[in-house]
Nanobody, 114 residues
Framework: QVQLVESGGGPVQPGGSLRLSCAAS???????MRWYRQAPGKQREWVAS???????NYGDSVKGRFAISRDNAKNTVYLQMNSLKPEDTAVYYC?????????WGQGTQVTVSS
């Protein structure tokens, strides 16, 4: 089992940037890692993925603005968010999966507002 702790959220103005971190309690090397987000009153939405072979994919709403990366030596996954928009406001969650196991973090709030 792996425990995930997200950090780096907070308030930011439109057009600004934030970098979220997801720190794991153990090795993430074999895990596929994903970021999701959930805005008030909306379903949880997939944002980005990075697989164990470093393949990366992005949701259409964030493509070209967000970048996911991983540092296996630090057991940490990052989400660099640039050109933030008010519609990016949400709680951002980290998710780790390996074979039939999946683990969620507790989330970190991102609020984009002027």
């Amino acid at each position: 089992q792996v425990q995930l702790v997200e950090s780096g959220g907070g308030p930011v103005q439109p057009g600004g940037s934030l970098r979220l971190s997801c720190a794991a309690s153990g090795s993430i090397s074999p895990y596929h890692m994903r970021w999701y987000r959930q805005a008030p009153g909306k379903q949880r939405e997939w944002v980005a993925s990075i697989f164990s072979d470093d393949t990366r994919n992005y949701g259409d709403s964030v493509k070209g603005r967000f970048a996911i990366s991983r540092d296996n030596a630090k057991n940490t996954v990052y989400l660099q968010m640039n050109s933030l928009k008010p519609e990016d406001t949400a709680v951002y969650y980290c998710y780790a999966s390996f074979m039939s196991n999946g683990y969620w973090g507790q989330g970190t709030q991102v609020t984009v507002s002027s």
